[in-house]
């Protein structure tokens, strides 16, 4: 990456940011280039918008199957997603999709008819070069890129005219335990991420090396901001679904099973015997337009108060263990806190999610005691504190905190990091009779997790971070990440019917005392188990490690301190029960381990090697590994062209499609609809909003932020007024200089990129 800092170089970095902007790395189709017109379409299809104006290209339809296997407490998943090419040209598809955000990816499927294509795991630069040769080559090919841990892209090349190809992708993932109920969830949808404005022009260099302008704040931007489709051209009835899904689970839950049901969907179950059950959809295939949410609960008579599994892999053995403490009323006299609550109200929060915040927020408020101490923080592309500082829960500035919360409306961008900041910020460090905790309130809908994962690490202190997650699209990798690091709770709420039933999980959380000091006391034969430290845990909460071990002798001690008295439990490592898929499990939680290492002040060099080791040795994609799968024999036609189309995802249920991308990306969305034969437009708005040319028009969207193509625009009126004062003679110089560090750069990003 290079900045321009220095005044002297700044003419030649502007130079090369407006020639170099991404604007610029699009090439002019040709008049045959596949394009249409809207008067050109007769059937329905999706239009992404082409760089020229007035022509729109066809994206590939995609549709997914989710086939569930849940044994125990792991879960092996296929996920199969089917690519349809709707036209009579040769296209790429990239598609962005979601994942749990511990799930370890080890398998990739190209499917053609009954032709299997097996993929290798690579290192990610590795696997780019190799698709990319495939797919200049026509061969079919496909690659599986992680973006973020819940966050991956697929891209498929080759493509023939009216074909339908699929990609199957497995992972391991397991359950998790949470008052005595199992569950599991899959996202279905990604919701629109916002990019923070970066603090100063920048040049980065893409997957390919080509350099431009770019965010040092969210390098890859562009990776995890797909197309997002406007919820009115959605069909419906008898023209089908668009990006539709199944699934079909299979569930051998080891013991009597109470209860099996989700909070987002209708279900079938049948049930072979006591503990085995198969579930499927009730509306069969259904959209991915929100979240799915799996639970079941054991019989109360034979809930297990500790379980162990384990996998035997290349000599070393693998173990599962998941823990119930029990649970301990409080004694003594309740301590006082001292509670900080943040709400997002930015544009990705309208509508349902802004009304189940501000309801769960009030439930919240009506709990503190008049002893205690609290304060609001809200923010959108601003922020605002109700109070200097925390002030006491008394009557009337209850009332006041009440008014402000229920004035709140949904607007604006989503700068989250300033508000997480003011919200650490502790006056009373020192104050170890108090307890000070921050409730975080929000979807989630940011890119720039990283810098508000350093700053929970630099500025936690005393405090204990909530997170809370709101809609039907949570970015659940951040919420419980950012929980575990500031030693606090993850709580979901995504029914505005249920936002009571659902807070009483957070105010437990809130309201028990949690148990410190959590040890797990390892034989001398394992080694590597993960959480490492064990984090705090508050009442209902099980412990949950994966630990690898040369041999399977010993005894897992775990003890902790809860309300003053020592609580501690021991199982024997030969009594484990035989499972599948822990080792990846554990390869998954390794790698998250060495991840967050980086905010304890381990070199970036020492993190990637952990990270690329880990990861090539247990065959997962990561940061810095993918998937990459390749038909030997060509497809395409030679002189055939092949056009890439990025495949567009739907806005996450509740959400409202102007509050997130403005209204004038919606009104030119909108006019769309209208269309020869009643074809069903889609339009990717994001890629259809022009240049702003009013002062309305420069207002922040609420997630997305097309800001690269104003900063190019800026920065050539800039360079101009340069040239006039500086003259040609300076530009070059500068131009030069210029020039070797962009050969700099280039050769940096070919020895590694992150």
């Given at each position: 990456?290079?900045?321009?800092?220095?005044?002297?170089?700044?003419?030649?970095?502007?130079?090369?940011?407006?020639?170099?902007?991404?604007?610029?790395?699009?090439?002019?189709?040709?008049?045959?280039?596949?394009?249409?017109?809207?008067?050109?379409?007769?059937?329905?299809?999706?239009?992404?918008?082409?760089?020229?104006?007035?022509?729109?290209?066809?994206?590939?339809?995609?549709?997914?199957?989710?086939?569930?296997?849940?044994?125990?407490?792991?879960?092996?998943t296929r996920l199969t997603q089917r690519f349809t090419n709707p036209t009579d040209k040769w296209v790429e598809g990239v598609y962005a999709f979601p994942l749990p955000e511990d799930a370890a990816v080890d398998t990739l499927k190209i499917v053609i008819g009954d032709r299997f294509i097996e993929g290798d795991i690579k290192e990610r630069q590795e696997a780019r070069i190799i698709y990319e040769q495939a797919a200049?080559?026509?061969?079919?090919?496909?690659?599986?890129?992680?973006?973020?841990?819940?966050?991956?892209?697929?891209?498929?090349?080759?493509?023939?005219?009216?074909?339908?190809?699929?990609?199957?992708?497995?992972?391991?993932?397991?359950?998790?335990?949470?008052?005595?109920?199992?569950?599991?969830?899959?996202?279905?949808?990604?919701?629109?991420?916002?990019?923070?404005?970066?603090?100063?022009?920048?040049?980065?260099?893409?997957?390919?090396?080509?350099?431009?302008?770019?965010?040092?704040?969210?390098?890859?931007?562009?990776?995890?901001?797909?197309?997002?489709?406007?919820?009115?051209?959605?069909?419906?009835?008898?023209?089908?679904?668009?990006?539709?899904?199944?699934?079909?689970?299979?569930?051998?839950?080891?013991?009597?099973?109470?209860?099996?049901?989700?909070?987002?969907?209708?279900?079938?179950?049948?049930?072979?015997?006591?503990?085995?059950?198969?579930?499927?959809?009730?509306?069969?295939?259904?959209?991915?337009?929100?979240?799915?949410?799996?639970?079941?609960?054991?019989?109360?008579?034979?809930?297990?108060?500790?379980?162990?599994?384990?996998?035997?892999?290349?000599?070393?053995?693998?173990?599962?263990?998941?823990?119930?403490?029990?649970?301990?009323?409080?004694?003594?006299?309740?301590?006082?806190?001292?509670?900080?609550?943040?709400?997002?109200?930015?544009?990705?929060?309208?509508?349902?999610?802004?009304?189940?915040?501000?309801?769960?927020?009030?439930?919240?408020?009506?709990?503190?005691?008049?002893?205690?101490?609290?304060?609001?923080?809200?923010?959108?592309?601003?922020?605002?504190?109700?109070?200097?500082?925390?002030?006491?829960?008394?009557?009337?500035?209850?009332?006041?905190?009440?008014?402000?919360?229920?004035?709140?409306?949904?607007?604006?961008?989503?700068?989250?990091?300033?508000?997480?900041?003011?919200?650490?910020?502790?006056?009373?460090?020192?104050?170890?009779?108090?307890?000070?905790?921050?409730?975080?309130?929000?979807?989630?809908?940011?890119?720039?997790?990283?810098?508000?994962?350093?700053?929970?690490?630099?500025?936690?202190?005393?405090?204990?971070?909530?997170?809370?997650?709101?809609?039907?699209?949570?970015?659940?990798?951040?919420?419980?990440?950012?929980?575990?690091?500031?030693?606090?709770?993850?709580?979901?709420?995504?029914?505005?019917?249920?936002?009571?039933?659902?807070?009483?999980?957070?105010?437990?959380?809130?309201?028990?005392?949690?148990?410190?000091?959590?040890?797990?006391?390892?034989?001398?034969?394992?080694?590597?188990?993960?959480?490492?430290?064990?984090?705090?845990?508050?009442?209902?909460?099980?412990?949950?490690?994966?630990?690898?071990?040369?041999?399977?002798?010993?005894?897992?001690?775990?003890?902790?301190?809860?309300?003053?008295?020592?609580?501690?439990?021991?199982?024997?490592?030969?009594?484990?029960?035989?499972?599948?898929?822990?080792?990846?499990?554990?390869?998954?939680?390794?790698?998250?381990?060495?991840?967050?290492?980086?905010?304890?002040?381990?070199?970036?060099?020492?993190?990637?090697?952990?990270?690329?080791?880990?990861?090539?040795?247990?065959?997962?994609?990561?940061r810095l590994t993918s998937l990459v799968a390749v038909d030997k024999t060509p497809a395409r036609p030679a002189g055939e062209r092949l056009d890439t189309r990025r495949i567009a995802s739907m806005l996450p249920k509740g959400w409202d499609f102007a509050h997130v991308f403005g209204p004038q990306a919606e009104a030119r969305a909108l006019t769309f609809d209208k269309l020869p034969d009643g074809v069903m437009q889609?339009?990717?708005?994001?890629?259809?909003?022009?240049?702003?040319?009013?002062?309305?028009?420069?207002?922040?969207?609420?997630?997305?932020?097309?800001?690269?193509?104003?900063?190019?625009?800026?920065?050539?009126?800039?360079?101009?007024?340069?040239?006039?004062?500086?003259?040609?003679?300076a530009i070059a110089l500068r131009g030069r200089a210029l020039t070797a560090s962009v050969r700099a750069m280039r050769a940096t990003h070919r020895r590694r990129v992150r």
């Open positions: 990456m290079i900045v321009a800092r220095p005044r002297s170089a700044l003419a030649g970095a502007l130079l090369c940011a407006t020639a170099l902007s991404p604007a610029a790395f699009a090439q002019q189709p040709p008049s045959n280039d596949g394009t249409v017109s809207k008067s050109e379409v007769s059937s329905g299809s999706l239009l992404l918008q082409s760089a020229t104006p007035g022509r729109y290209v066809e994206a590939p339809l995609v549709a997914a199957d989710v086939k569930m296997d849940i044994s125990g407490p792991v879960i092996r200049r080559s026509g061969q079919r090919a496909g690659l599986v890129e992680e973006e973020r841990p819940n966050l991956f892209t697929t891209s498929l090349a080759n493509i023939g005219p009216g074909e339908t190809v699929a990609i199957q992708i497995e992972f391991q993932d397991k359950a998790r335990l949470d008052n005595g109920v199992w569950s599991t969830r899959f996202p279905l949808v990604i919701a629109p991420r916002y990019i923070p404005k970066p603090t100063q022009p920048a040049l980065v260099a893409d997957a390919s090396g080509r350099i431009g302008i770019g965010n040092p704040r969210v390098p890859d931007a562009d990776k995890i901001t797909p197309p997002v489709l406007h919820p009115a051209h959605e069909p419906s009835g008898a023209e089908g679904l668009r990006l539709p899904v199944n699934f079909d689970i299979s569930l051998e839950a080891g013991v009597p099973i109470a209860s099996i049901t989700s909070q987002t969907h209708g279900l079938v179950v049948t049930k072979s015997d006591a503990d085995s059950a198969h579930i499927s959809l009730k509306d069969g295939e259904v959209p991915a337009d929100r979240d799915f949410v799996l639970s079941w609960k054991p019989e109360p008579v034979t809930a297990p108060k500790a379980s162990l599994f384990r996998e035997e892999r290349n000599g070393e053995e693998f173990l599962l263990a998941v823990i119930n403490p029990p649970a301990m009323k409080v004694e003594g006299q309740r301590r006082d806190r001292e509670t900080i609550f943040v709400i997002d109200n930015s544009g990705s929060m309208s509508g349902d999610s802004m009304d189940q915040a501000k309801q769960g927020l009030l439930l919240a408020l009506n709990r503190l005691a008049p002893t205690d101490e609290f304060n609001i923080i809200r923010f959108d592309d601003t922020m605002d504190m109700l109070f200097t500082a925390a002030v006491p829960a008394n009557d009337q500035n209850l009332a006041r905190a009440r008014r402000f919360v229920t004035n709140l409306q949904a607007n604006g961008g989503t700068e989250m990091l300033p508000a997480l900041r003011a919200a650490l910020i502790d006056n009373d460090r020192g104050n170890v009779e108090e307890v000070r905790q921050v409730v975080f309130i929000t979807d989630g809908a940011i890119g720039n997790e990283d810098e508000l994962f350093s700053a929970v690490h630099d500025g936690l202190g005393r405090s204990r971070l909530f997170t809370v997650g709101i809609g039907s699209a949570p970015n659940a990798y951040f919420m419980t990440r950012a929980a575990r690091q500031g030693r606090g709770t993850f709580t979901y709420m995504d029914d505005t019917s249920k936002v009571t039933e659902q807070s009483e999980k957070l105010f437990a959380a809130l309201e028990n005392p949690v148990m410190t000091d959590l040890e797990a006391k390892l034989p001398l034969a394992t080694s590597d188990a993960y959480p490492s430290p064990l984090p705090d845990l508050y009442s209902g909460e099980p412990v949950t490690m994966v630990i690898r071990a040369d041999k399977l002798q010993g005894d897992l001690q775990l003890s902790g301190k809860l309300n003053g008295k020592t609580w501690n439990t021991t199982l024997k490592l030969s009594d484990a029960a035989p499972s599948k898929g822990i080792s990846q499990l554990w390869a998954r939680a390794k790698i998250s381990g060495i991840e967050e290492s980086r905010y304890s002040g381990v070199t970036p060099d020492a993190v990637d090697a952990g990270v690329l080791k880990t990861a090539l040795d247990f065959h997962l994609v990561s889609r339009i990717n708005a994001r890629a259809t909003q022009e240049q702003p040319k009013t002062e309305e028009d420069l207002a922040l969207p609420g997630t997305a932020s097309g800001w690269e193509l104003t900063l190019a625009f800026g920065l050539s009126l800039i360079l101009f007024g340069a040239a006039l004062l500086h003259g040609r003679s």
